[in-house]
């Protein structure tokens, strides 16, 4: 039996599986099809019709299955999560696997189509050591996201030391809705 | 680095899995097979279990039928709400599954459950053991199933399909 207690080690082995059948426009398409439309359709359902309290909603639940360590900062005009400990990229850590190239990408990869449908824009950094954080906002708002600590105060992980050492390097999205948006690696960038 | 002391070759902080996941898994069968059909399927399921899980096959070879039986005991001691007795002698392990918690999750959250889904069991177990020198034969399904795993060779018949429920 394919099992959930290692649900994330399959998840990102399948990724560079379906890579390999059908390049990138297939893992895109898996992301959305499978993961935001099918899997994920009670989470579709709850942001689409609740907005930001139905991410609270969401995330409150899922996270807390998985095991993550975050805060949820929820403002009227944003709904932010500092991801300390991501329990997903955590076991992907600890028993070393690594199969596809940035398994990081597959939560804009579902969360993107999704928060466009309802009407959403994503502000999203991730170090590929399990720490990111998300500002999400109204696609009508074009207030950029927030400078580090002006909604989260010390939960912003941006303060962490552990956020950008010598070994990770950052990956960033600024009102994206599409895993593509990755904007270019600063000059110099590893 | 994984745990040393696991029957399991990939291990969590927390002792339990997200059941969420099950959905995820159902998913993924849905959409390889609309793309690449039931063959498709099939070697997803087969390549799954001969390269992800290429660290059971090492554990099995190496430990027999012992190794197996313990498997599956911490692997459904670590999957919410399965209820399963896993029982071996010289000859044979037998997982006897009285609640299979995929199915149990994927009814109870109203999900369409991918007809051929209890079919991944015997492929990935099946490609799993096929390093190893293990067979398996599995019977039922679509909640409840026997799972029966062997040394290769001692089973008389090959495993047939039509002896794996449909799932809905």
Known sequence: MIGCYDFCGHYEWTFQWLHELGGHELV????????????????????????????????????GEE???WEVTQREDAFRIDM???PSKGFLIRNDLKQYPDYCDHCLGWIGPLMKKAGFVVNHEHNHCGQCWWE???TDDPAPASAPGALSGEADVRLHDDWKTAETHL???????????????????? | MPATDSPLPYTD??????????????????FIEKQSGIAGLRRYWTELGTKYYAPVTRRWREGGLPAVAD?????????????VEVTHDASEVVVAV??????????????????????HCHFVSAAMGAGAGIDVRISGGNGTCTQRFAKAGCFPEPQRLEDIATAS
Not at chain 1, 171 to 190: F, S, V
Not at chain 2, 16 to 28: C, E, I, K, R
């Open chain 2, 13 to 30: 902080t927390k002792p339990v899995g997200a059941a969420d996941f099950y959905a995820a898994v159902n998913a993924t069968f849905r």
């Open chain 1, 67 to 69: 095991g993550g360590v």
């Open chain 1, 84 to 86: 300390h400990h991501c």
């Open chain 2, 71 to 83: 498997h599956w005991r911490a692997f459904f001691a670590a999957e919410p709400e399965a209820d």
């Open chain 1, 136 to 138: 999400i906002k109204r």
């Open chain 1, 171 to 190: 990956d960033t999205y600024e009102r994206a809705t599409d895993p593509d948006d990755k904007l270019p690696a600063p000059a110099g960038a590893h």
């Open chain 2, 98 to 119: 009285r609640t299979c918690p995929a199915i149990r999750y994927l009814r109870e959250h109203g999900r369409e459950i991918v007809p051929c889904f209890c079919q």
């Open chain 1, 28 to 63: 895109r398409r898996y992301w959305d099809e499978a993961i935001h439309l099918d899997s994920q359709q009670h989470a579709s359902a709850l942001i689409t019709s609740k907005g930001f309290a139905g991410m609270d909603e969401y995330w409150g639940h899922t996270l």
